[in-house]
């Protein structure tokens, strides 16, 4: 049964989690905005998703460039989840895991490190 939130509660989970992201690793992201909606209009069960060009792929074109998209989708995170602490979990999963493509690690690394 999917757990029912308000946005402001959802959005705080998402800053936290973005919190959890070890300083160093902070830092050194660069270009992103971070973003809640309620799902993706093409894949409703998508739970995040990056858009950009990751750190690695970076060259001098990108001087002046749009910032990079974080999104991450209320409405899907929360269908998946029966508790408040699922939706914790969850929502630190996913954020990790879209920064993580920021950084240039694909989803195959990111199941071996255990944040698929």
Not at 41 to 51: H, I, M, N, R, T
Request: proline share 4%; aromatic share 6%.
């Amino acid at each position: 049964m999917a757990v029912r939130m308000s946005p402001q509660r959802f959005e705080e989970l998402v800053s936290d989690a973005l919190d959890e992201i070890p300083v160093e690793l902070a830092k050194a992201i660069d270009n992103v905005v971070v973003l809640v909606e309620a799902r993706h209009p093409d894949e409703p069960d998508l739970l995040g998703l990056y858009e950009g060009i990751a750190l690695t792929e970076r060259d001098t074109t990108y001087f002046g460039s749009l910032p990079d998209t974080i999104t991450i989708y209320r409405d899907a995170l929360l269908d998946v989840c029966d508790s408040e602490a699922d939706v914790v979990d969850e929502v630190t999963v996913t954020v990790i895991h879209e920064v993580a493509h920021h950084f240039g690690i694909d989803d195959e690394r990111l199941h071996e490190l255990g944040w698929a």
